[in-house]
């Protein structure tokens, strides 16, 4: 148990439409990042917020925006969405800089 | 940029046997953390070991250790007398050590089996 959550654990949506996923982090949990996972391969950096501000991106088309919350939840938003969107989304949150993220289960996304 | 590297893409290993996985990694940094991190068929990343660059001596947590070469950029993981529930995706990850949160690197992993 990594006190992490992610909602929906599931999710099918068609290509075009808007998506938004939710993690729920660890009272003072103020870094919160997330990744896509492609079926396979290893989590990909999509984008970083430390108190409710973005300060990291990885390779990530604006489509891909967030949000982070004062109640250390968070929000992925994926907007005209792509058959290529489908994976798995990993939210990671963490207390400081020299500990490891703890992850959440992660929200299965099809776009169909 | 970061890079890391898992060449074994899956591994095996007898139950009680140990087995070491694989990571190097590149990077133009003197300070930063290298992980390992499990995931088994639930999905849910699950952080096994950390180990911090400035650090000489390498982590142990239980069953697992590390063997951290800088020099080389090399960062294995030895798992003893391995168990069923060993059996997951094994993935190596690497980030900076930056005064604002950073990036996790990960490797493609290694799909370990634990035989009975």
């Known amino acids: 148990e990594t006190g992490v959550t992610q909602s929906p654990t599931h999710l099918i949506k068609t290509r075009g439409q808007q998506v938004t996923l939710r993690c729920s982090s660890q009272s003072g949990h103020n870094t919160v990042s997330w990744y896509q996972q492609a079926l396979g391969q290893g989590p990909q950096f999509i984008f970083q917020y430390y108190r409710e501000e973005e300060n990291g991106r990885g390779n990530f088309p604006p489509r891909f925006s967030g949000l982070q919350f004062p109640n250390y939840s968070s929000e992925l938003n994926v907007n005209a969405l792509e058959l290529d969107d489908s994976a798995l989304y990993l939210c990671a949150s963490r207390m400081d800089r020299t500990r490891g993220a703890f992850f959440g289960q992660g929200t299965r996304l099809t776009v169909v | 940029a970061q890079t890391v590297t898992q060449s074994q893409p899956e591994m095996s290993v007898q139950e009680a046997e140990t087995v070491t996985l694989s990571c190097t990694y590149d990077t133009s940094e003197s300070d930063y953390y290298l992980f390992w991190y499990k995931q088994p068929p639930s999905r849910q990343m699950i952080l096994v070991i950390r180990q911090e660059a400035y650090k000489q001596q390498n982590a142990t947590e239980n069953r697992f250790s590390v063997n951290f070469q800088k020099a080389a950029k090399s960062f294995s993981l030895k798992i003893s007398d391995s168990q069923l529930g060993d059996a997951a995706m094994y993935f190596c990850?690497?980030?900076?050590?930056?005064?604002?949160?950073?990036?996790?690197?990960f490797g493609e992993g290694t799909q370990l089996t634990v035989n009975p």
């Open positions: 990850a690497y980030r900076r050590r930056e005064t604002s949160g950073s990036r996790l690197t």
